[in-house]
T-cell receptor, first 112, second 114 residues
Framework: DQQVKQNSPSLSVQEGRISILNCDYT??????FLWYKKYPAEGPTFLIS?????DKNEDGRFTVFLNKSAKHLSLHIVPSQPGDSAVYFC???????????FGTGTRLKVLA | DGGITQSPKYLFRKEGQNVTLSCEQNLNHDAMYWYRQDPGQGLRLIYY???????QKGDIAEGYSVSREKKESFPLTVTSAQKNPTAFYLC?????????????FGQGTRLTVV
């Protein structure tokens, strides 16, 4: 049972344009959502997060949007840069269990 | 510097042998986690521990064992019962206690069983 889903395995975007990565979840008990960036053979690094009581959080070029009614979140990267090319994972946390559940990842390629 | 250290980075073992992956953190985090990454499968939770001397099975615990004798350490043993042990293993830690916060990851261990 995949509780966190990233339905797009890959995405290509031109440098300078917007990258939009999507994530869906099924468990309404999740109360915190996170995005991680990962390079091959390295551990994921934290990018940005959002609490379930908010619908938007912004940090520089990165913005995460949360639509609780649709159980959907998205990560916007504007403007996209070649260094953003990596695999992006969304994750959800149910703070009562301390379990971080990850999606399958989306490989972003930013073309110069 | 504070962080999570996984060792070794690459590990080779013969089929049928048990192998233990090390994970140490100096972040004073209560919670620690082990994930496995396979191509196209994302990060799947093997075991997690919220506090010393306590741990819980994740989604794919079969064939693995852990211990949490010290707050700083959470070693993972891949036993001969694990049918597909070749994978990239990631250890993480976080502040527990109900805080909404991120998990920090180590650099991973690539295990290859031949």
């Amino acid at each position: 049972d995949q509780q966190v889903k990233q339905n797009s395995p890959s995405l290509s975007v031109q440098e300078g344009r917007i990258s939009i990565l999507n994530c869906d979840y099924t468990n309404s008990m999740f109360d915190y959502f996170l995005w991680y960036k990962k390079y091959p053979a390295e551990g994921p690094t934290f990018l940005i997060s959002i609490s379930s009581i908010k619908d938007k959080n912004e940090d520089g070029r990165f913005t995460v949007f949360l639509n609780k009614s649709a159980k959907h979140l998205s990560l916007h990267i504007v403007p996209s840069q070649p260094g953003d090319s990596a695999v992006y994972f969304c994750a959800a946390l149910h703070s009562g269990t301390y379990k971080y559940i990850f999606g399958t990842g989306t490989r972003l390629k930013v073309l110069a | 510097d504070g962080g999570i250290t996984q060792s070794p980075k690459y590990l080779f073992r013969k089929e049928g042998q048990n192998v233990t992956l090390s994970c140490e953190q100096n972040l004073n985090h209560d919670a620690m986690y082990w994930y496995r990454q396979d191509p196209g499968q994302g990060l799947r939770l093997i075991y997690y521990s919220q506090i010393v001397n306590d741990f819980q099975k994740g989604d794919i615990a079969e064939g693995y064992s852990v211990s949490r004798e010290k707050k700083e350490s959470f070693p993972l043993t891949v036993t001969s019962a694990q049918k597909n042990p070749t994978a990239f293993y990631l250890c993480a830690s976080s502040i527990a206690g109900g805080a909404n916060t991120e998990a920090f990851f180590g650099q991973g261990t690539r295990l290859t069983v031949v």
